[in-house]
């Protein structure tokens, strides 16, 4: 059985510690933002698929690319019964693929979907669905957006319950109405699938759109550059970043917000921390690293093992915690490690192995393995981890 931990918001770190990752990248600061989007639910009629009967297939070829429109001359064509051509014709129009105009037969829309796509579309049922819109652009979200662990607010407030690390989220707001037209241009692609609407949903209607809030992140780099985080996978979200360049109100958002002089924010932060004495030293990333000696670190310490190597927010700016003991780093490093296995989109050994050369380099230290992690659970008796760890498939 599969094991899985979910945060009900994605937490701004992993966000951070993956920018930072990025080679040639230099992540200055991160914004966190209820991304605008409409969420419109549509009710359709939904058409099951279903493969064509080898007679029926070849009328409606017949009919579609021959331009054979009476039941007279396609017996004759395909050499069969008229009575048989006839009952096929009949079950064709019955399921709304054919018209028929006294003698003259001809495709109904449906039908030349069905011969377009190579199945019998058959309707099956009324279904409803939600669709989400990017609300600065219109643009419709891809699919995979609509994972059900990815939280969609309804509102622009966010509580303190549903962060797990206190970031404060911050609305942008867009003021265009909402045009059932987004919904009806989605329906005339042919790529609708690939943006939650099957092609098996047809005559859409009852249009009901309400205002609706993704959680992002949007990191500003060195030379301008924006990148843009959502819970929809452990990296970035490319439909996001493609409408940050669109979207000037993000840049102003950006902006508007004053540069602080780091060293001194963290200076700050460090004497109120209570860590004790740390040096402020630059990291490889560009950004700042306070260096920690291993007793802030662990059970004795006031910090978690698995913080080393990782980051501290405040006021937009992120700050990596360090330590310059190489075992503890490596023991935080299989600490980590083994926490990403409960990430859900972290399901397959090789989801877990692909992420650990990079959190290696992360924590500088030797390479990790799924023995070696194994060894570290086994050794520290981390059951649970252990059974994370065998979860995977």
Same mark, same amino acid.
């Given at each position: 059985m599969r094991i899985v931990a979910r945060h009900v918001i994605y937490p701004a770190r992993r966000a951070v510690e993956d920018a930072v990752s990025r080679p040639g990248t230099h992540p200055l600061r991160l914004f966190a933002v209820l991304w605008p989007m409409w969420q419109v639910e549509v009710t359709a009629d939904l058409y099951e698929e279903q493969a064509y009967e080898v007679i029926d297939r070849y009328l409606i070829r017949a009919i579609a690319d021959g331009g054979i429109t009476t039941p007279s001359e396609l017996s004759g064509f395909?050499?069969?019964?008229?009575?048989?051509?006839?009952?096929?014709?009949?079950?064709?129009?019955?399921?709304?693929?054919?018209?028929?105009?006294?003698?003259?037969?001809?495709?109904?829309?449906?039908?030349?979907?069905?011969?377009?796509?190579?199945?019998?579309?058959?309707?099956?049922?009324?279904?409803?669905?939600?669709?989400?819109?990017?609300?600065?652009?219109?643009?419709?979200?891809?699919?995979?957006?609509?994972?059900?662990?990815?939280?969609?607010?309804?509102?622009?407030?966010?509580?303190?319950?549903?962060?797990?690390?206190?970031?404060?989220?911050?609305?942008?707001?867009?003021?265009?109405?909402?045009?059932?037209?987004?919904?009806?241009?989605?329906?005339?692609?042919?790529?609708?699938?690939?943006?939650?609407?099957?092609?098996?949903?047809?005559?859409?209607?009852?249009?009901?759109?309400?205002?609706?809030?993704?959680?992002?992140?949007?990191?500003?780099?060195?030379?301008?550059?924006?990148?843009?985080?959502?819970?929809?996978? %452990?990296?970035?979200?490319?439909?996001?970043?493609?409408?940050?360049?669109?979207?000037?109100?993000?840049?102003?958002?950006?902006?508007?917000?004053?540069?602080?002089?780091?060293?001194?924010?963290?200076?700050?932060?460090?004497?109120?921390? %209570?860590?004790?004495?740390?040096?402020?030293?630059?990291?490889?990333?560009?950004?700042?690293?306070?260096?920690?000696p291993a007793k802030a670190y662990g059970r004795s310490g006031k910090l978690p093992l698995s913080r080393v190597g990782s980051f501290q927010l405040r006021r937009n700016h992120f700050l990596q915690l360090w330590c310059q003991d190489g075992r503890l780093r490596r023991s935080a490093a299989c600490e980590r490690a083994l926490g990403m296995a409960r990430q859900r989109e972290v399901r397959t050994q090789a989801d877990l192995v692909r992420r650990l050369d990079a959190l290696a380099a992360q924590l500088e230290t030797d390479g990790l393995t799924l023995a070696s992690l194994r060894g570290y659970a086994e050794q520290n008796d981390l059951r649970e981890r252990l059974a994370h760890l065998d979860a995977l498939e």
């Open positions: 395909f050499g069969l019964d008229p009575s048989l051509v006839e009952r096929c014709l009949h079950f064709l129009t019955v399921i709304g693929h054919l018209w028929a105009d006294g003698e003259r037969v001809g495709l109904t829309d449906l039908g030349v979907r069905s011969h377009r796509d190579g199945v019998r579309y058959a309707l099956r049922k009324e279904s409803r669905r939600k669709l989400l819109f990017e609300r600065f652009t219109g643009r419709p979200l891809p699919r995979s957006h609509y994972d059900g662990s990815i939280r969609v607010l309804d509102t622009p407030t966010v509580s303190k319950e549903e962060v797990a690390d206190g970031t404060l989220f911050r609305p942008l707001f867009a003021p265009a109405a909402f045009d059932e037209r987004l919904v009806l241009e989605l329906a005339a692609r042919r790529d609708r699938a690939a943006y939650n609407l099957p092609a098996q949903l047809r005559e859409i209607r009852d249009l009901r759109p309400q205002d609706a809030y993704l959680p992002s992140y949007v990191i500003e780099t060195a030379g301008g550059g924006l990148m843009g985080y959502t819970a929809v996978a %452990g990296e970035r979200d490319t439909f996001l970043e493609e409408v940050l360049a669109l979207v000037p109100e993000a840049r102003a958002r950006v902006e508007a917000e004053t540069r602080l002089d780091e060293r001194r924010l963290w200076q700050e932060w460090l004497a109120d921390s %209570g860590l004790g004495h740390g040096s402020l030293q630059r990291a490889p990333y560009g950004g700042w690293r306070v260096v920690l």
